[in-house]
């Protein structure tokens, strides 16, 4: 086999080159917040850096690679340029020989815990086997958080112990998307350089029409994310199974984690008459808000986000949020479009159902739900913050 790399990316001499790697990119839209972070950051920052991007050459779940994928060749994909690996191509010797010969002033790392897209490449930077000159930037991605650590937890102490013996992510800049997730990198990782730049949001598209919710029509309740622990769909369904109104729960998703699914499935199968349940699998990034548009109230009990993209689009869409107090996304209370609530209190969750189906003003949250959004974040500070961490990792001579 040939080794990826050999076809060398377009150069491009008047921007400043990032080479970033991902565990997935697009056209796919399975892996979920890293993928969608991405996007963004080239959607707007694309005029003023050079990206290149390594990926996988098919998406989340998937047996077939993306129609279309040359082998070897990188891609034109909005204003970047990709490059697609197979599982067999997923290995040491690629990844050394893809840092070598791609030019790059900085590398872009969007896990810890990604043993191909993250670990290899630290791997071949501490082996010798790729120039050192480029500094690291490494997004763990919400990966740090008590929720998420929680998860095969075993394995990751032992990865983390792993890496402090061998100093692998010695010297990097970390990026957090919050002050928490800033904490959460400390308690996991140590001291360090870390550099607040949370996600940027795409644009959002003007409010949808809607239909408000007949008299006497079930509450329209939607959840959709990767159906996995750290999304916590069992948590919703064991509080839907709690609530008396009548609710038509869809869930839209793919199943990452198929013995999840299953006790998921557990607990639908003795779902109490008045909760219907949809199963809508999983929807392409182009559909997201017009199929949320079609419900009452978006329901993502997580274990934790470092953004959350998937809510803002809720918001976008001009759902009622009811959410963990576990992202960024908090106040909603305050603001009247939602509830941002501790697992611990599940019975504070059946409770804001029931009043969200009692609720008959759709029309009017629909609006202070997309209001919500555009004074939620700061657009122009969060698009200087993540300018300014690119940036912090460029040679002195380049920028």
């Given at each position: 086999m040939t080794i990826p790399g050999s076809a060398r990316a377009p150069v491009r001499p008047h921007k400043p080159k990032i080479l970033v790697f991902v565990g997935g990119y697009l056209p796919g839209y399975r892996?979920?917040?890293?993928?969608?972070?991405?996007?963004?950051?080239?959607?707007?920052?694309?005029?003023?850096?050079?990206?290149?991007?390594?990926?996988?050459?098919?998406?989340?779940?998937?047996?077939?690679?993306?129609?279309?994928?040359?082998?070897?060749?990188?891609?034109?994909?909005?204003?970047?340029?990709?490059l697609y690996l197979a599982p067999a191509e997923r290995r040491l010797a690629v990844i050394s020989r893809i840092l070598r010969e791609t030019p790059h002033h900085a590398l872009y790392l969007n896990s810890f815990f990604n043993p191909h897209f993250s670990t290899l490449p630290l791997v071949a930077r501490?082996?010798?086997?790729?120039?050192?000159?480029?500094?690291?930037?490494?997004?763990?991605?919400?990966?740090?958080?008590?929720?998420?650590?929680?998860?095969?937890?075993?394995?990751?102490?032992?990865?983390?112990?792993?890496?402090r013996l061998v100093a692998l992510h010695r010297n990097l800049i970390w990026q957090a998307s919050t002050q928490r997730e800033a904490d959460d990198i400390r308690r996991a990782t140590g001291p360090g350089n870390i550099v607040c730049a949370t996600d940027l949001p795409r644009q959002p598209a003007p409010l949808l029409a809607r239909r408000p919710r007949a008299a006497g029509e079930?509450?329209?309740?939607?959840?959709?994310s990767r159906i996995s622990p750290m999304k916590n769909l069992l948590y919703a369904l064991e509080a839907l199974a709690e609530v008396k109104a009548p609710v038509v729960f869809t869930i839209h998703g793919p199943r990452e984690d198929e013995g999840y699914w299953q006790d998921c499935a557990a607990?639908?199968?003795r779902m109490p008459s008045n909760i219907e349940i949809v199963e809508g699998g999983p929807v392409e990034p182009a559909d997201v808000v017009?199929?949320?548009?079609?419900?009452?109230?978006?329901?993502?009990p997580t274990q934790g986000e470092n953004y959350g993209h998937v809510i803002g689009e809720a918001l976008e869409a001009g759902l009622r949020i009811l959410i963990s107090d576990r992202t960024p996304w908090r106040g909603l209370?305050?603001?009247?479009?939602?509830?941002?609530?501790?697992?611990?209190?599940?019975?504070a969750f059946v409770q804001a159902i029931e009043q969200a189906a009692a609720r008959r003003d759709r029309i009017e949250a629909a609006e202070r739900s997309y209001?919500?959004?555009a004074k939620a974040f700061d657009v122009a500070d969060t698009l200087e913050a993540n300018r300014m961490l690119l940036a912090s990792a460029l040679p002195r001579d380049v920028g």
């Open positions: 892996f979920g917040g890293p993928l969608q972070s991405i996007a963004n950051l080239v959607d707007r920052l694309g005029d003023e850096f050079d990206f290149r991007i390594v990926t996988a050459d098919r998406d989340l779940g998937s047996t077939a690679p993306y129609p279309d994928i040359v082998p070897q060749q990188w891609h034109p994909v909005g204003q970047a340029q990709v501490r082996m010798g086997r790729s120039p050192l000159t480029a500094r690291v930037i490494l997004a763990p991605r919400g990966e740090f958080a008590p929720g998420a650590l929680q998860i095969k937890q075993s394995k990751k102490r032992v990865f983390l112990a792993i890496s079930p509450l329209r309740i939607v959840f959709l607990v639908i199968a017009p199929a949320l548009a079609q419900h009452d109230l978006f329901f993502l209370a305050a603001e009247d479009v939602g509830d941002d609530l501790p697992l611990g209190a599940r019975s209001a919500f959004l």
